[in-house]
Every structure is written in structure tokens, then in C-alpha cells.
């Protein structure tokens, strides 16, 4: 698969998308990437549809050039009150510690899953690009949003998501390395000891499906592009490297995080949102570990948090917050998103 | 750092290493390989020095060529009652399962670390290349190994474990991915999180040191070859491509493992020897959990363990039985070891 189907797919002038990173970027970055020639996306996971109406238009007077509109495509949780007491008890010590009070019960998460409300505003704008991570919608919402003729793209995590990520018609998959920071886009089995390396998942997947693949997890410069073509990537989708560009909305902690010792030490977590997701390790990490079984169900985690992760923002401390990041994490530079993006597409001989 | 750096330092013409697989192969392997063009490797931890000698006797009957002796590193395990005593409670059911009595305690584990012994058979070989993994022998010791004129390397799983290993003179390091199959390397830290796949470990510890890094983890055919190259490896260190040779000598229970769908469901499991290790998930590793804190330290565990292991062979079954094997095991094939060595070389471009 040449880098040339990818361009012919997408649109775009390098085989590079920028992955979508929900709360951490939003139009700027697009902007700034789709101009620099790859696939700028916008992640509407954390967006009302108000706020996903208002980044689409800056979008749209900011570049002429194809984008990637990004969403969850998760299914809305079933409140469990035992495991939400069950997590209640684990975060007392820290509410005591920050003498704050625990926040009223909520039975519906943060992150709005794609639908109805959605599907209207895209048809608005009709975007070239829209991923999905966590599988891909109901059959008549993808059928809404193919028909606004968009590419519509998905993340794997094994081979087994990317053949039925194939089945379902998708113009190209995302494999998803286990060196990607934030969320894992599992869907078919929740077992982590299934997710692999990009370099034993990506072949694996070129191999089995016969639609573009885009290399995901632990590319972060033009070695890692040059590698990840090799190994049959059509393209490649970087995140971390893109973290420490003015165009990113981290906070300050995130940020010297990423720059610190520790950005070598990350684990998959599921104390922020109840999914596992990559995570520089902090400090609620080390106390608790990082996975855990009493963890309520994603996006629900996130509710009981939130007082927590506010209270550690305002006295300057990352304890309680996601440090979002691959394990590559360590080499990214504080330079523009466009520069990112040319560095990284210095690594792929265009056919 | 070219493959030149690499054949300089090992003597071979291929930037191909035979990854010692302890249990899995012999000298048979290793004179195939060495034959072939790349460096042939003969693991010893499972070998007496008798036994050892008899090897290493016929290696240099079957070759000319620069071979590499491997020995594990680690050091002596401390009994403790309290785990064996947790850990036979795990088992009892299967000892019970299979009607066979528990085997009488043993204090010592069948794994032998690099010695004093070992150091006197190496001395009547003077082999070109010795490596370790976990880390590396007492100081005396490796003066030893050097004064016979080897080169020594080792593996390291993280960028502080390679910089031990350069700031203790090895001559190149192993950066085993999160992805390679049987035991990780890890030893300054038992912490997994800490380990990284191939695509974040190796472009880390190739800025991080000045010796030739070899990458382990994943690389089983051209493409890999070429993508580690490209992420700035001077050669690669593959073990399960080699795994289906009529040259290896592992169980038809293992073989049948590594051809059927089940060889992309790999884990590292602390079981069979008390240290994480990669294998294909089998029957013991679903029931007790892949990892479990009742485990005696390594090597002792496959002490109380290896009654079950041999009635299952006996039986036809590998329920007790560790399938080692990389992440990308499900792309071998049966082909000669000079055909999986000549298929690798195939991604290099020699300088």
C-alpha cells in the first residue's frame, strides 16, 4: 500500500494525520496542520454541539485544505452504584486531604458519545475526514455520515477490530500501537493482554485488510514515519509529538510533565475516565495503581474525579489529572504544529 | 550507527543475530545460522557445564564462523516458605486434577546463573561473542569473559537499564521490546510499566548511548529488519522467527501453538519461572491470571510446577507448559533456520 492512496483517500498533501486529542486541541491545531500539507483533526468527544458548530467554522475560515473531524463511539454506560461507592472509597483520603467536599452523584458521563445532534452539525460541513475510536457508531449514524460524503476512518487494536472495522466498509483503519498515548480504542475485547506493539500490530493488520492503514503509537519524528511505511503503513497519525506545540491547550503541569524525567514513565490507566488510557504516571497512578477494578465505568470515572482534578489545577499540581502521552513521549520539542509536521513527513519518500 | 559498526564488532556478515531461546534450540540452531551469514547463538542457562561443553564441541565442528554464548545473569533466588507454600495452595487443584502427588520442596532452581564454571568451559572455546540477559555477571566474573577476548552485550529493557549496561563497557546492547517473546530482561526494575514496545524503546536508547544497539521485539521478517534499521538500530536480535525450523527443538504441542489462530493471544506471564515472561496464553495462564503475586522468585517457581508440565506432555497437552513466543509469532513459518536468516538480511542494506 503506497503513501499515494492514502493521499488519493484523504485529500491531503503528506501521508499525516494529526491524531485528534480531546481536551488538549482544537481548531488552532487543525488549522496550523492542514496548512502544513497533512490531515488536521478536531476532536468533538468533549464538545457540545454548540462548541463543535463554533471550532468547525473557525476551521473552515482558517484552511481550504481537507480536515478529519474526530468522536468516541462509545455506548452510553450503565450507571453501577456499587462500583461508584466502591470508587467513592478509594478517593475519600484525597478529598479529605484537599477538605472538599464529595460531589453529588451523576449518572451520565462527560464525553458525549456520536449521534443525532452531531451527524446534524457535520452535515453543516460536510468535513473530507471523520474518525471514530472505540468502534464506529450505530449502522443508520454511519450511514448518515457516509452519505455527507466523508472517509470514514476507525482505530484497531488487533486484528480482529481491523477485519471487522473491514466488514463494516471503512476506507481506512488506524492501528493502534500500545506505545499510543490517551485512550485505547478497544472495542471487541476489553482484555489488554490482546493489545500489541506497533511493531508486531501494524504488519499484522497491512496484512490482513486490504483498505489503507494508518501506523498510530510511538511515531513521533521521520525515523519513525520511514519505519512505520516500511512495515506497510499508508500513513501515519501522531499525537504526542504534536503535545508540546503552542497550538495544544495542556496545562502548565501537563506540559512540564512532558518535558520532565518522568515523561519516560507512562502506564495505561483507567482512574480518569474508567477506559485505559496512556498517562505519563503521577500520583494518583502510584497510590491507587494504575488500573483498577473498582473504577466505574467509562466516561463515569471522570464525574467523582472532577472536584479533585479542578482543586490539583489551581494549586498547580498534576496529582489528580491525566498527563496524556505515548511512551515516546520523551523526544517531542516545543516547536510549531507546522514544523511537527514537516519533521515528520521528512521521513516518507512521496510515490 | 551502520551495520557496519555491527559486523565489525561481531565478526559476521549479516546484521542478524539468532536470539538464544534456552529450552527451544541448540547447537544445531546456532551452526545453521552461523553458517547462513549471521551470528548463531547457544542459550546455556538450562545446560550443565558438561552438557555445555558438548555444544560448544559441536558448534565449532559445524562452523567456522564467529557463535555467541548466552547466559543468564540473574542472581540466586532467596527461598521463602510463605510463597511456595501460597503457591503449591494455587496448583494443588491440577496436582489433583491429574492425580499426581506434589514434588518434594526444592530450594534450588533449575536455572543456572553465569559462574565460575561456566566462565572455565568459555575458556577452552573462546567464543567471539558472549551475551546475558539480566543484566550482567559480577565484575570478576565478566573481567573473565573479556580476558578471552569476547565481545560482550546484554539486553536492556529500559533507557537507564542501557546506560548501566554502556557505562559497564558492553560492547553493544540489546533493546528488547515490549513485543519479544519468552523472558523480559528487565533488572533494575520489576516495574512493567516501565517496559516499552520497539517503536519507543529503541529510537530512546539508540540517542541515549554510543555503542551499536541490536532491536529485539517484533522483528521477524524484511520489513522489520528495515523499519528497526531505520529507527536507528546497527542489527536486529530475532528469536520467534526461528521458532518453526526443524533446527528448533520445541514440543509438537508448542509448534502446533504457533501455527494455529491462537498465536496472536500472547502475555507475559510470571508462572513457569517466577520472572514475566511472553508466552502464547494456554490454559494455566487463563485460569490463574497471567501474573500472579504468589509466585516463588525465578527460578524457583517451575520447580513445583514441572510434574504438571511433564504429565501434560505425557497427555499431548500444553496446559502447563510455556509457549514462548513473540507478538508477532502468527507470521513464521516452517523454513529452514538459513532461510528465516537469509529472509531477514533481505531488509538490510549493507554499507
Same mark, same amino acid.
Given at each position: 500500500m503506497s503513501t499515494a492512496a492514502f493521499r488519493e483517500l484523504?485529500? #491531503?498533501?503528506?501521508?499525516?494525520i494529526q491524531a485528534p486529542m480531546a481536551g488538549a486541541q482544537g481548531s488552532e491545531m487543525a488549522i496550523a496542520v492542514c496548512n502544513a500539507g497533512a490531515l488536521g483533526s478536531l476532536p468533538?468527544?468533549?464538545? =457540545?454541539p454548540e462548541a463543535m458548530r463554533a471550532e468547525l467554522k473557525k476551521i473552515c475560515e482558517g484552511t481550504a485544505q481537507p480536515y478529519n473531524v474526530n468522536f468516541f463511539a462509545h455506548r452510553r454506560p450503565v450507571f453501577d452504584e456499587f462500583r461508584e461507592t466502591a470508587w467513592r472509597a478509594l478517593l475519600r483520603r484525597y478529598f479529605h486531604e484537599l477538605g472538599l467536599a464529595e460531589p453529588a452523584v451523576r449518572r451520565e458521563g462527560e464525553r458525549e458519545p456520536f449521534g443525532e445532534a452531531q451527524l446534524e452539525v457535520l452535515s453543516q460541513f460536510r468535513p473530507r475526514v471523520v474518525s471514530f475510536h472505540f468502534g464506529l457508531p450505530e449502522p443508520a449514524l454511519l450511514e448518515g455520515v457516509r452519505k455527507l460524503g466523508a472517509r470514514v476512518i476507525s482505530s484497531a487494536t488487533t486484528v480482529d477490530e481491523a477485519r471487522w472495522l473491514e466488514q463494516q466498509g471503512v476506507d481506512g483503519i488506524i492501528a493502534q500501537g500500545l506505545e499510543a498515548g490517551g485512550h485505547r480504542g478497544h472495542f471487541l475485547s476489553h482484555d489488554l493482554t490482546l493489545q500489541m506493539g506497533t511493531f508486531a500490530l501494524l504488519p499484522q493488520i497491512v496484512s490482513a485488510v486490504r483498505v489503507p492503514v494508518i501506523a498510530a503509537g510511538g511515531v513521533v519524528d521521520a525515523r519513525g514515519v520511514k519505519a512505520a511505511l516500511d512495515l506497510g503503513a499508508a500513513a501515519v497519525q501522531s499525537g504526542t509529538a504534536y503535545l508540546l506545540c503552542p497550538e495544544a491547550r495542556i496545562s502548565a503541569q501537563h506540559r512540564q510533565a512532558l518535558t520532565g524525567p518522568g515523561a519516560r514513565h507512562t502506564a495505561l490507566t483507567?482512574? +480518569? #475516565?474508567g477506559r485505559p488510557a496512556r498517562s505519563i504516571v503521577n500520583r494518583i497512578m502510584s497510590e491507587l495503581g494504575p488500573l483498577h477494578a473498582s473504577v466505574p465505568e467509562f466516561p463515569l470515572a471522570g464525574n467523582t474525579l472532577a472536584p479533585l482534578r479542578a482543586e490539583g489545577s489551581r494549586l498547580g499540581v498534576?496529582? +489528580? =489529572?491525566p498527563l496524556w502521552a505515548g511512551q515516546n513521549a520523551s523526544v517531542c520539542q516545543s516547536v510549531s504544529a507546522a514544523e511537527v509536521t514537516l519533521a515528520l513527513a521528512a521521513g516518507a519518500i512521496l510515490d
Amino acid at each position: 500500500m503506497s503513501t499515494a492512496a492514502f493521499r488519493e483517500l484523504l485529500g #491531503t498533501q503528506l501521508p499525516v494525520i494529526q491524531a485528534p486529542m480531546a481536551g488538549a486541541q482544537g481548531s488552532e491545531m487543525a488549522i496550523a496542520v492542514c496548512n502544513a500539507g497533512a490531515l488536521g483533526s478536531l476532536p468533538c468527544a468533549l464538545l =457540545s454541539p454548540e462548541a463543535m458548530r463554533a471550532e468547525l467554522k473557525k476551521i473552515c475560515e482558517g484552511t481550504a485544505q481537507p480536515y478529519n473531524v474526530n468522536f468516541f463511539a462509545h455506548r452510553r454506560p450503565v450507571f453501577d452504584e456499587f462500583r461508584e461507592t466502591a470508587w467513592r472509597a478509594l478517593l475519600r483520603r484525597y478529598f479529605h486531604e484537599l477538605g472538599l467536599a464529595e460531589p453529588a452523584v451523576r449518572r451520565e458521563g462527560e464525553r458525549e458519545p456520536f449521534g443525532e445532534a452531531q451527524l446534524e452539525v457535520l452535515s453543516q460541513f460536510r468535513p473530507r475526514v471523520v474518525s471514530f475510536h472505540f468502534g464506529l457508531p450505530e449502522p443508520a449514524l454511519l450511514e448518515g455520515v457516509r452519505k455527507l460524503g466523508a472517509r470514514v476512518i476507525s482505530s484497531a487494536t488487533t486484528v480482529d477490530e481491523a477485519r471487522w472495522l473491514e466488514q463494516q466498509g471503512v476506507d481506512g483503519i488506524i492501528a493502534q500501537g500500545l506505545e499510543a498515548g490517551g485512550h485505547r480504542g478497544h472495542f471487541l475485547s476489553h482484555d489488554l493482554t490482546l493489545q500489541m506493539g506497533t511493531f508486531a500490530l501494524l504488519p499484522q493488520i497491512v496484512s490482513a485488510v486490504r483498505v489503507p492503514v494508518i501506523a498510530a503509537g510511538g511515531v513521533v519524528d521521520a525515523r519513525g514515519v520511514k519505519a512505520a511505511l516500511d512495515l506497510g503503513a499508508a500513513a501515519v497519525q501522531s499525537g504526542t509529538a504534536y503535545l508540546l506545540c503552542p497550538e495544544a491547550r495542556i496545562s502548565a503541569q501537563h506540559r512540564q510533565a512532558l518535558t520532565g524525567p518522568g515523561a519516560r514513565h507512562t502506564a495505561l490507566t483507567n482512574l +480518569f #475516565t474508567g477506559r485505559p488510557a496512556r498517562s505519563i504516571v503521577n500520583r494518583i497512578m502510584s497510590e491507587l495503581g494504575p488500573l483498577h477494578a473498582s473504577v466505574p465505568e467509562f466516561p463515569l470515572a471522570g464525574n467523582t474525579l472532577a472536584p479533585l482534578r479542578a482543586e490539583g489545577s489551581r494549586l498547580g499540581v498534576s496529582d +489528580f =489529572s491525566p498527563l496524556w502521552a505515548g511512551q515516546n513521549a520523551s523526544v517531542c520539542q516545543s516547536v510549531s504544529a507546522a514544523e511537527v509536521t514537516l519533521a515528520l513527513a521528512a521521513g516518507a519518500i512521496l510515490d
